[in-house]
């Protein structure tokens, strides 16, 4: 294989790897669901929800922009929040399949 298409297959993987990370960080979260906290978040506005590791949330709605609103099975609160600090373990596990891809993409010797 010569060099060029050697080079432009590994920009496409790197590409679809990326795509599929994008996707996986907004598009994992679903409503009537628990997710575990995983750092903690101080609301800026009154209808927010307090955060702290190790809480459990259950979402009842998911918004498009990276928010969900919910309630702190803990507390019993309910807000919104943003859906970046909670853990989900789906998308962790395919975040690590989709990292040990890019090693292997990264470390091809395509010379």
């Known amino acids: 294989m010569n060099q060029r298409i050697a080079y432009e ?4 993987t790197i ?3 990326l795509e599929e990370a994008s996707i ?3 598009k994992c979260f679903t409503a009537g669901k628990c997710y575990t906290v995983c750092t903690n978040y ?3 506005e009154r ?3 307090t955060l702290r590791v190790k809480d459990r949330i ?3 709605e998911v918004y498009s922009d990276g928010r969900a609103y919910g309630k702190n099975v ?4 309910t807000g ?3 859906l970046s600090y909670l853990k989900n373990e789906v998308k962790n596990k395919r975040m690590k399949d989709l990292k040990v891809a890019f090693r292997q993409v990264e470390s091809c010797d395509c010379q």
């Open 9 to 12: 297959m590994l920009y496409l």
């Open 58 to 60: 259950h979402i009842i």
């Open 80 to 82: 919104i929040f943003p």
């Open 42 to 44: 101080e609301p800026k």
């Open 24 to 26: 996986l960080s907004k």
């Open 47 to 49: 209808e927010e929800l």
């Open 74 to 77: 803990i507390t019993e609160q």
């Open 15 to 17: 590409v679809g790897i």
